[in-house]
C-alpha cells in the first residue's frame, strides 16, 4: 500500500553539540505555571490543578525568523523550560519521571493575545490563539545526562536588548516531575512527546523587526527575528 500523496516531513529538534537529533510527537503545553504570570493575566495566585494545550509538531521553530502572524495586532512572547521525553507510560509517579526525560530546551510560546482573550470570553477553545504556524520557537536540546535533573535556573527573554521577562524556574508552582505525572493521568506519554512548563511575568508584545533572545541558565539560548508574513 502506498501513500496517496508524499508524508509530510518528520519534525525534530537538534541535539547540543551532537549530529544526533530528536523526533517529535507531541507538544504539550502548560498554563498558568508561575503566580507571578497568573497575577498580571488578571487571575489569582495559588495552586489550582493544572491544565494543559497542545500545538501541533510542524509548528516548531528554531534560531531565525518568525513570521508575524495573520489575524492578530497583538502577538506576545512567553519564554519557558521545555522538558523532551525520551520514555513515557500513564499515571507516572512524580518520583519516577525524571528517568523519563531525555533533555531540556529554551522554548517560547508565541501567542495571538487578542484571539486568546476572545476566546477566553466566548469560553471556546484557545487553538487560534495557541497554535498557529510557528508559535513553539525552540533551542537545541540539552541532554539531562550532561545537567541533571533542573530544579533552579534562571529564565529571562529580552526584546532588543531590553530585557522583559526574569524569573527563576524554581518558582513554578507545579514542578517538572509533577507536570509529567498530572499529564501523564490524562494523556499516554511517548518517546518524542515535548512539554513547555509555563511561563514568568513580563509577557508582552513583539512587532515586525524586533529581536527577541531568550535564555536558561545551564540549557541554552535562543534568538529569533520577528518578520513579516511571506
Known amino acids: 500500500m502506498a501513500h496517496v500523496f508524499a508524508a509530510p516531513a518528520a519534525t525534530v529538534l537538534p541535539v547540543a553539540d551532537s549530529a544526533d537529533t530528536v523526533p517529535v510527537r507531541r507538544i504539550y503545553c502548560v498554563g498558568r505555571n508561575y503566580n507571578d504570570h497568573v497575577i498580571e493575566m488578571g487571575g489569582m495566585p495559588g495552586r489550582e490543578p493544572p491544565f494543559f494545550f497542545q500545538k501541533p509538531a510542524d509548528a516548531l521553530v528554531l534560531d531565525g525568523d518568525f513570521p508575524y502572524p495573520p489575524g492578530s495586532s497583538n502577538v506576545h512572547h512567553e519564554v519557558e523550560l521545555v522538558v523532551a ?14 528517568q523519563h526525560i531525555y533533555g531540556y530546551a529554551v522554548g517560547i510560546d508565541m501567542t495571538r493575545r487578542d484571539l486568546q482573550a476572545e476566546a477566553k470570553r466566548a469560553g471556546r477553545p484557545w487553538e487560534v490563539a495557541k497554535a498557529f504556524d510557528h508559535s513553539a520557537p525552540v533551542s537545541e536540546i540539552t541532554p539531562a ?15 532588543n536588548g531590553v530585557q522583559r521577562q526574569n524569573s527563576n524556574i524554581s518558582e513554578m508552582i507545579w514542578s517538572v516531575p509533577e507536570i509529567i505525572s498530572e499529564l501523564s493521568k490524562l494523556f ?31 540549557v541554552g539560548e535562543i534568538n529569533l527575528r520577528v518578520c513579516k508574513p511571506s
Open 188 to 218: 499516554a506519554l511517548h518517546a518524542g512527546d515535548i512539554i513547555f512548563t509555563g511561563t514568568p511575568q513580563g509577557v508582552g508584545p513583539v512587532q515586525i523587526g524586533d529581536v527577541l533572545s531568550a535564555r536558561i541558565e545551564g
Open 85 to 98: 521525553l525520551q520514555s513515557g507510560g500513564k499515571d507516572i509517579p512524580p518520583g519516577a519521571a525524571g
Open 145 to 159: 545526562a550532561e545537567i541533571g535533573i533542573l530544579r533552579s535556573a534562571g529564565i529571562s527573554l529580552s526584546v
